[in-house]
């Protein structure tokens, strides 16, 4: 009787464990997207640049959420994309982890952009 019971419980702890390793592996996490830095959720929903800069870019893609991050590429006016997450930067700003369309990911500026037609 006991060692049926042992062999029960034993079996029940593998079967638990093999659950938990399957809903860890499949939660979703900032990490699934690439922004490891991400703070704060904003349910993968479309935005758009709405500022228009003296630079020749209406907001830049940057490879973190701040200025002393490196450029990574232009974005213009009206161009829509992806936000999975933000960050604050160490200046405070709010910084949005992006898609684009092309399929590249970075950060925007979150006061450069406004609520996408999506």
Do not use: Q
Not at 27 to 44: D, E, H, I, L, Y
Not at 66 to 87: H, Q
Not at 102 to 107: E, F, H, L, V, Y
């Amino acid at each position: 009787m006991k060692k049926r019971l042992a062999r029960r419980a034993g079996a029940l702890t593998a079967m638990g464990a093999l659950l938990l390793a399957g809903a860890i592996t499949t939660a979703p996490s900032a990490n699934a997207v690439g922004g490891s830095a991400c703070t704060k959720n904003v349910k993968n929903h479309w935005r758009h640049i709405d500022v228009l800069n003296d630079n020749g870019w209406a907001a830049t893609l940057r490879n973190g959420p701040g200025t002393n991050y490196k450029f990574k590429e232009g974005l213009g006016y009206a161009e829509d994309f992806i936000a999975y997450c933000g960050a604050y930067s160490r200046s405070g700003k709010f910084w949005y982890y992006v898609k684009r369309p092309s399929g590249k990911k970075g950060w925007v500026y979150g006061f450069r952009t406004a609520k996408g037609a999506w």
